[in-house]
């Protein structure tokens, strides 16, 4: 308010929010602030919050509502096309928190086709030290938070919703980052609700709620022939309920690299299309054909998991046979047939590994 935003939902407030991020971020204070005031609706355009700091850390506190314009034609275009919303990039030593909403109001983007969007709601694009929480968001025109190139960020008892009809609305998105957490956080959207991409090392993904949604997802991965490289991701004490998948891994046919050390724990299903499902022929049904090369998954652990499964094949894993899945290991696994569901099954294909315990449809490994 303290840069001339009026805060009435009406006015374009994105100037004076830019110059609060300015004066915080290059001021002479020992700790940068911004302070977006609760009882106040900003509606702003696309803003790029642009670092190094001098003041780490940067304390970015948003109690009010932030609202992105509804209308697809007053987004702002760039040489690459539309310019995404809110952009953290190159600040490290950063706290985004508060008890405040960030509407995309997506809804006129859905009906466009999605190469004609604008990208992220909010992104983190190489930056370090970040901590996200406490926020809610909603309606993205496309995925909700991007982190790329980032380390050390970690995002915490958010909530994220958007309408199941809503195309590629994931929750998160992570792509070359390390040491990444999402913890106790409830995501609703009508895409991943968490999805992982390539060159990310030790993430974790635990207490989440999610549904609707298409599950949490490693990939896609290995699109073009690109080489893959994925490794240490635990994801553990989350809820899929009503979701199309639940704990999936999609590689497409010949891409190289690897995916390994993948940990899934104390998972529960209800009602959900593919609770457990590797796929490595992804975007190329119906007519999948052999390749000589393919991602290598590997090391994936499956333990402590239960709950309904609204289709009859309840595990999935079909894996090339130019790079069979190895040390697929699972243990503690319940799966039933949801209501109107006769019976559950499991299908595998070139998985080798080992089970523990109870496995319940009976295990495929090999």
């Given at each position: 308010?303290k840069y001339?935003?009026v ?7 994105t100037?004076?929010?830019q ?6 971020c290059n001021?002479?204070?020992k700790i ?5 005031p ?11 919050f ?8 940067l304390?970015?506190?948003i ?13 702002q275009?760039?040489?690459?096309g539309?310019?995404p ?8 030593g950063?706290?985004?928190s ?7 109001q997506?809804?006129g983007?859905w009906?466009?086709?999605c190469?004609?969007?604008?990208g992220p709601?909010?992104?983190?694009s190489?930056c370090?030290n ?8 909603r309606?993205?025109a496309q995925?909700h938070?991007l982190v790329m190139?980032?380390q050390?960020?970690?995002i915490?008892d958010v909530?994220i919703?958007?309408p199941?009809?809503s195309?590629?609305t994931?929750?998160v ?7 990444v957490s999402?913890?106790?956080s409830?995501f ?8 992982i ?7 974790s993904v635990?207490?989440?709620n999610?549904?609707?949604?298409h ?13 893959v ?10 809820n899929?309920t009503g ?7 999609k590689t ?5 690299g690897?995916v ?6 104390d998972i ?13 022929f992804?975007?190329c049904?119906p ?5 000589e090369?393919a ?7 499956y333990?402590?998991?239960?709950g309904t499964s ?5 595990m999935?894993?079909k894996c090339s ?18 209501s109107?569901?006769?019976s559950?099954s499991?299908l595998c294909?070139f998985?080798?590994?080992a089970?523990q ?6 295990s495929?490994i090999?």
């Amino acid at each position: 308010m303290k840069y001339g935003a009026v805060g009435d939902g009406i006015s374009d407030d994105t100037s004076a929010l830019q110059k609060a991020w300015d004066s915080a971020c290059n001021g002479s204070s020992k700790i940068g602030s911004v302070y977006v005031p609760a009882g106040k609706v900003f509606l702003l355009s696309s803003l790029h919050f642009t670092g190094p700091c001098k003041l780490k850390p940067l304390i970015f506190t948003i109690d009010g509502e932030m609202k992105a314009q509804s209308d697809p034609n007053k987004w702002q275009k760039g040489e690459n096309g539309i310019i995404p919303w809110l952009i953290f990039d190159r600040v490290e030593g950063l706290v985004l928190s508060g008890r405040g909403l960030l509407d995309g109001q997506g809804k006129g983007w859905w009906d466009i086709h999605c190469r004609d969007h604008p990208g992220p709601m909010m992104t983190f694009s190489n930056c370090r030290n970040v901590i996200l929480k406490s926020l809610r968001f909603r309606n993205s025109a496309q995925s909700h938070i991007l982190v790329m190139g980032s380390q050390n960020v970690h995002i915490k008892d958010v909530k994220i919703k958007s309408p199941e009809i809503s195309p590629n609305t994931d929750g998160v998105h992570i792509t070359s980052s390390s040491d990444v957490s999402i913890t106790h956080s409830d995501f609703a959207t009508g895409d991943d609700c968490v999805s992982i991409g390539d060159q990310v090392h030790n993430l974790s993904v635990t207490f989440v709620n999610c549904g609707p949604g298409h599950g949490v997802s490693v990939g896609s991965l290995g699109r073009g022939g690109t080489e893959v490289e994925v490794e240490d991701i635990r994801v553990a004490h989350v809820n899929f309920t009503g979701t199309t998948n639940g704990a999936r891994i999609k590689t497409w046919p010949g891409g190289t690299g690897y995916v390994r050390g993948i940990e899934f724990f104390d998972i529960r299903f209800s009602n959900v299309q593919n609770p457990i499902i590797i796929d490595q022929f992804y975007g190329c049904a119906p007519n999948c054909v052999q390749t000589e090369k393919a991602v290598h998954i590997e090391k994936v652990k499956y333990m402590k998991m239960s709950g309904t499964s609204r289709t009859e094949v309840a595990m999935k894993l079909k894996c090339s046979g130019k790079n069979a899945c190895s040390n697929v290991f699972m243990r503690d696994i319940d799966l039933s047939p949801a209501s109107g569901i006769g019976s559950v099954s499991s299908l595998c294909s070139f998985v080798q590994g080992a089970t523990q315990g109870t496995i319940r449809p009976s295990s495929c490994i090999q």
